[in-house]
């Protein structure tokens, strides 16, 4: 079992910026990727940033260049810097884990967290 929690979701003007962390306990060591998500009011779910255990990133079009996502040397924390925010950004973020491997159709999450929101005021 893998316990995610997700913390530093707020209230931010539009061009600002905020940090998300999630902190995974418990068998971290069966980890092969980690990601977040982020559920908008009426829309679904989409993953906005995911990286594997060797460190390869990926990223939804409309956060590259804004977001960057990046753990600890640990591993055991992983982090979502969010600059240059606006207002579409408003969501609840999830993280979430892996313990699979990549298919053609993406990473499948086992575990999540219970999310953290962001609201971005224009």
């Known amino acids: 079992q893998v316990q995610l929690v997700e913390s530093g979701g707020g209230l931010v003007q539009a061009g600002g910026s905020l940090r998300l962390s999630c902190v995974a306990s418990?068998?971290?060591?069966?980890?092969?990727?980690m990601g977040w998500y982020r559920q908008a009011p009426g829309k679904q779910r989409e993953l906005v940033a995911l990286?594997?255990?060797?460190?390869?990133?990926s990223y939804v079009d409309s956060v590259k260049g804004r977001f960057t996502i990046s753990r600890d040397n640990t591993k055991t924390t992983l982090y979502l810097q969010m600059n240059s925010l606006n207002p579409e950004d408003t969501a609840v973020y999830y993280c979430?884990?892996?313990?699979?491997?990549?298919?053609?159709?993406?990473?499948?999450?086992?575990?999540w967290g219970k999310g953290t929101l962001v609201t971005v005021s224009s």
């Open positions: 979430a884990a892996s313990t699979g491997v990549a298919t053609p159709s993406g990473w499948a999450m086992r575990y």
């Open positions: 990286i594997t255990r060797s460190g390869s990133t």
């Open positions: 418990g068998s971290v060591f069966s980890i092969t990727a």
